[in-house]
């Protein structure tokens, strides 16, 4: 499939797909013109870098970790990244449900108290 395909049904920009085969993330193949073509597999693949980056981890670490899901073999330095980036992910989602408990705690709190109507901007003073 051509690049606007594969942006198109991966959801994504032109320019992000430019980007990730900069980063080495997409490797597609050229037509004797120069043109992209993707493979079948390409919006999988667009969708798991989108999911990684979402994750937070930088696009060296996803060139690095892309084998082991292709193939499903790693090597021990390949797993003990995804062990440590799978950490990370860990500590940011305790951190995050921790914030998240915080703001339900204000939520009752501004609910116990009551909800005002704003003044309007136009009333007289």
Not at 60 to 70: E, G, K, N
Not at 74 to 93: L, N, S, V
Not at 95 to 124: F, M, W, Y
Request: with cysteine; aromatic share 4%; proline share 4%.
């Amino acid at each position: 499939m051509r690049i606007g395909e594969l942006a198109r049904r991966a959801g994504v920009s032109v320019r992000s797909l430019r980007y990730y085969e900069q980063q080495g993330l997409l490797d597609p193949e050229r037509t004797a013109g120069g043109q992209r073509v993707y493979e079948e597999g390409a919006v999988e693949r667009v969708h798991l870098i989108q999911q990684l980056f979402a994750a937070g981890l930088p696009s060296r670490t996803i060139i690095d970790l892309l084998p082991c899901v292709s193939t499903g073999v790693a090597t021990a330095g390949m797993f003990d990244t995804i062990r440590h980036e799978r950490a990370a992910i860990e500590r940011r989602i305790a951190e995050l449900t921790a914030a998240r408990d915080k703001l339900d705690g204000v939520i009752e709190c501004v609910l116990r108290a009551g909800i005002h109507q704003e003044p309007s901007p136009h009333a007289a003073g």
